[in-house]
Structure formats: structure tokens, C-alpha cells
């Protein structure tokens, strides 16, 4: 575990001196288990465990001060998600006689908006240092050759959408939230599986995909990245609004209305049937338009192997509602 002390988390949380280190400690083995082992593999977790241990060093080498600032945004991470996850059982206690929830004269519980602007605040912070650590990794990825030699750096590099980051210069608005960002990856991974390839073709999906896990990969070939990057979140989006819920949040599609008289005077909604599926319409389009942009791209660069098939594509036929390929 990268904590062994109530003092280490009062550097990212100020939390009070009272706290029980040991009622956090399952939910701290929680989130590293669940979200930064799985993220930066085992090998480069072990080896930040390894160098806390030593922690503080004298006179550090560069590699010493790349690995702490890597530590300090794992722990940073791993806290805040430590109590998105642990939000609800650290506000009760749990005795022979049930669950509780603690109140005294002094302390009265938080309102229920309260309470959720928090849990969203932990959420929030915790995964969008997630995507901060993957691009420090990429960025300093000579001192880490752990990482480097991982599955997860190689999965990272072959991504066409690794980062909240990477879809915000599309740009492509998520709100900066590595949660709607998780929520897309199935059909990230479906669009190009399904679309992205047959457009490419094999050859060139290969070609591209075998250069990007390069250290200095071919400039000509990365240029098609951002081409290939429009389609794919749209067609993505599209298809993750179908399955949900127009604001394209962590929990889904929601319209966001103001109500008076209650403390929290926003509340959201799935959006009704008509709205979604125009907003559905409308993010497919321009995904469908982006895909044409990437098709004139391939022929307007000279694209060696580029066929100029668009491939099998799903298109829908509107007479007896019915999917078909081309």
C-alpha cells in the first residue's frame, strides 16, 4: 500500500488529526487494486513501492525526482478515489446492532447536495489525475522502464483515445471526466473495430497502429491521427447516448432543469425521447461527416494501400427499420 499514515493523506486531504487510519485502509487497497494497479501494471506499482520505502532520499538523481513526483500524483489519485469509493461507509458505523450514521451536538450530517458535491469532487479529482499520470508517464517514460516494458504502455500507445486530453483537443467536450471517458471504451473499441478498420484497411490499420508504439514514430503516418481520432469519439458518443439516457455525463444522457425552494436548485433528468434521439441523429452525423473527411485525407495524401473502400459500414435503412452492411 503507497500509505502508512494518517500524516501522508493530510498532504493531498485535510483531514482531521481524529481520523482512523485503519478505517480508511481497505478502501485505500481498494482503489489501488481497482484502478491504479490496473493502470500502471503491477511491475511499476511494486517499483513505487519499493522506492517509498526509502522515501526520502539524499540527494536525489533524476531518475529519484521523477519517480517522487510520479508518487506523489499516484498517491494523490489513489486518496481521492480511496473515499469516492469508501464515501458511504465512512459516514456511518457499523455496530452489533446495525449501521448507523453518527451525529453528536457539535456536528450535524451534511444535506444530501452536500453530500453528493463531495462524492463528485473525489470522483472527479481521482480520475482526472488518472489521465494526468499516464501523461506524465508518456512524457518521462526514459525513467520508467518498468512501465515501458509493460502491456500497459504498449495498450497505451496503440489507443487512438488514451487520454481525456486526447478528446478534448478534437476537441470533443467530456467535461474533463476520465469517467465519461471510461464509460466510451467499449464503443470506442466497437467503432473501430467496426468502422475505423474497414475504412483503413488492414494494411494501413497495422502500419499505423505498429508505429505509434515507437518511440520516435514516422511523422507522415502520425499525421493521420487526428483524422482518424473525429469520427471515432462521435461515432462513440453516438452510440454510448443510444445505451443511456443533453448533457452526456458519467451516469449517461440528462437535460439539467433549476427547481426553487430546495437547497439544490439543479436537478437532472434522462432526457425524453425526442431530444435524445435528435442530439443521437445529430452526433452520428458529424461523425458520419468526419469519416468522409478521413476517406478524402487517405486519397488527398497519396496514402500508399488505400483502396479507396469505405469497407463494411452499418447503415440503416429507414424502410422496415432494418441494419445492414455495405
Known sequence: MLFATLKEIQEYIPVGAGNDFNRLKPHIVSAETKYIKSLIGYDMYDALLTFRQDYPYTNPDEVELATEKLLKKVQ?????????LGFDLLNISITDAGFHRTESANTKNLYKYQEDRIRNYFAESGFNELDSILLYLEENISYFGKYKNSANWTAYKESFLPTVQSVMDIPFQIYNSRLILLALQPHIGFV??????????????????????????????MTIIPS????????????????TGSVLGDKGLYFE?????????????????KNKNALIALTRQRGMSYLEALKSFLITAGWENYSGDSGPLFNRDNTGKKTFWT
Not at 235 to 241: P, T, V
Not at 258 to 271: L, M
Open 76 to 84: 494523490y489519485a489513489t486518496i481521492h478515489l480511496a473515499y469516492f
Open 192 to 221: 473501430e473495430d467496426t468502422v475505423i478498420r474497414p475504412v483503413l484497411g488492414n494494411t494501413i490499420y497495422q502500419q499505423i497502429k505498429s508505429e505509434m508504439i515507437k518511440d520516435n514514430p514516422d511523422e507522415t503516418i
Open 228 to 243: 482518424i481520432r473525429k469520427p471515432l469519439i462521435y461515432l462513440a458518443a453516438a452510440l454510448l447516448m443510444e445505451q
Open 257 to 273: 432543469t433549476t427547481e426553487s425552494g430546495f437547497h439544490n436548485d439543479g436537478s437532472k433528468a434522462p432526457a425524453s425521447d
